[in-house]
């Protein structure tokens, strides 16, 4: 659907990552995605609960993983940032405006910020996971304020296991969430990549340039 509206301010609407990801919203998720990681959620949960694995040991895998995450994501993150700058940097600004004037069906966006809400979310997937991992390396180490809080509250003794299965379960879902979300983000590029061709492909380029060459 085209949108007879399109202000070209609108393309610098969003003013920080908060706003693109709030718009970023409107895209419905991949049910493949949010069906997978609701299960890997389930089976973390029954495991927790079932396991006789000693409280100490637990806590340990937490935050060894938890180190790892951090190193992970942002790895990870740096060469998806990297990617997504080629990208973009190569896109046919043509290509980028004609998706600008489009509404997407089932957002209500641009074409053009819904295919870029999507790479960008992942990419702020990438950043609270890892600002999730930093939280529990710095405040969950032996000793640590999280620790100290607990020991305040010895009378509940079930708060130390709950706090650590939780941890366990939230950080595990966060890793098979960014993996499926990895596998997303690698599709989109290939469907974006294919887009830009098929534009070409079919002349459209040459059309936005013989409209633009002035009569003699």
Known sequence: ???TDFDPKDLTKEK?????????RKIPSSRFNDLTTLAVATLLILNAYLTKTPI?????LVRKSSDTGLSVSLSTLGFLVSGFTIFATISQPAL??????????????????????????????YIAFAFFCLLIIMFGHQGGLVAL????????????????KMSYI????GYFYLLIQLKSF???IYHAVMTALRWKAE???????NQNTPSP
């Open 96 to 125: 980028s405006i004609k998706m600008s004037e489009i509404r997407h069906p089932e957002s209500g966006l641009s074409t053009l910020k819904h295919n870029y809400f999507i790479f960008l979310r992942v990419l702020i997937y």
């Open 170 to 173: 939230l950080l595990f879902t």
């Open 203 to 209: 002349g459209y380029d040459e059309e936005e340039g």
């Open 149 to 164: 809080a607990v020991s305040y509250f010895d009378c509940i003794p079930l708060l130390k296991p709950v706090l650590v």
């Open 16 to 24: 920080s990552l908060w706003d693109v990801y709030i718009e970023s």
């Open 1 to 3: 659907m085209v949108n």
């Open 56 to 60: 100490n040991e637990l806590l340990e």
């Open 186 to 188: 690698i599709f989109n």
